[in-house]
């Protein structure tokens, strides 16, 4: 295990600012998560700690030694990219080998670590076959293989299960994070993806324009947002943004319930929701519609799960209500989160 710090970190590409002047620093064995939309420069400051990118200024550290300048094969590191990056020509033994062939392993210890990793990814018996004869699960087993083969200090991932499809992207993505709790390699991971982001985030660096804009814990990150950004970025649907002067009173969707459902759950605050769309989706219901005077509405949404069994009808007004403990509260002009609410 080991620990990776960047200190004022900052890559240009010409007039474009991709990482701005960054500090972050990761806890032994913890699998990180880099998030934001593209262009926020997630996969420039992975691939700058990789040493695939060399910073326009600052240092990264690796188990405590500056690296900025070293070349990634003395970093103890291993990469997984978005896409795979298999050798088509070669076996499946032959491209999980491969990093062990290049640093001169004998035979023997060559053969004993493919197998372990092959065990650890269940891939025995793909080991004689090419690329192009596996799935996409399967070639992202593999290249995961050839990663850990050289038991690196540090676990680099840009993206790699965004090939999958939804259903095998979310056992891969149990999978993955089992592994990594498994062999306690510290980890740091790329996505756009929320879900992804809050499964297999011990902790989430969210991202923008190149900037840190929260780190925390996927809990800290859904409940405390530090500004309205992360309130609108995480969480599908989105955190409900309600302007009131220099203030913006935000809530989740799932805490915004028929006011009737609320008795006993403490103070609220009622608002009249005038309903123009439900979308029924199984599991829960999605409401939309405004609140406010009609002049001045604002549209909000509604998480209502499968339990709630209310009729809810689309041109009809009803009374709903949020918890005030759920409230969070946004200064208008900074977008940052204050503990003082609307006057």
């Known amino acids: 295990m080991a620990r990776v710090e960047v200190r004022g970190i900052s890559k240009l590409f010409g007039e474009v600012r991709a990482v701005d002047n960054v500090d972050l620093e990761t806890v032994e064995g913890e699998f990180l998560v880099l998030l934001g939309p593209s262009g926020c420069g997630k996969t420039t400051l992975l691939r700058m700690i990789a040493g695939i990118e060399e910073p326009t200024a600052g240092d990264i550290l690796i188990e405590e030694q500056v690296v900025t300048n070293l070349p990634p094969r003395t970093r103890n590191i291993a990469m997984v990219f978005q896409s795979y990056a298999l050798y088509p020509h070669m076996t499946v033994y032959r491209n999980i080998a491969f990093p062990l062939r290049t640093r001169g392993v004998d035979k023997a210890t060559i053969k004993e670590k493919v197998e372990w990793a092959a065990g650890m990814f269940g891939i025995e018996r793909l080991l004689d076959r090419k690329p192009r004869q596996l799935s996409g699960g399967e070639r992202q087993r593999v290249a995961l293989a050839r990663a850990m083969v050289r038991e690196p200090s540090v676990f680099l991932l840009d993206e ?36 992804e982001a809050m499964g297999l985030g011990d902790r989430i660096v969210v991202m923008r324009k190149g900037k840190i804009r929260q780190v925390g814990t996927p809990m800290e990150i859904y409940h405390w947002p530090a500004d309205t950004f992360v309130a609108t970025f995480v969480g599908s649907p989105p955190m409900n943004l309600l302007g009131v002067g220099d203030i913006l009173t935000g809530f989740r969707p799932e805490t915004f319930l028929p006011a009737e459902l609320m008795t006993g759950v403490g103070d609220v605050v009622t608002y009249p929701f005038e309903v123009t769309w439900t979308e029924y989706l199984g599991a829960e219901r999605l409401v939309y519609g405004n609140v406010g005077e009609t002049s001045h509405a604002r549209h909000v949404v509604s998480r209502l799960p499968g339990s709630v069994t209310l009729a809810i009808d689309t041109g009809k007004t009803y ?15 900074s977008g940052l989160r204050t503990d003082r609410g609307p006057a």
């Open 319 to 333: 009374s709903f209500a949020v918890p005030r403990r759920d409230l969070r509260f946004f200064d208008r002009e």
């Open 160 to 195: 790699p299960l965004s090939n999958l499809d939804a259903i095998l992207r979310a056992s891969a993505r149990e999978e993955l994070r089992q592994f990594q709790k498994r062999v306690g390699v510290t980890t740091i991971y790329v996505t756009h993806d929320q879900v």
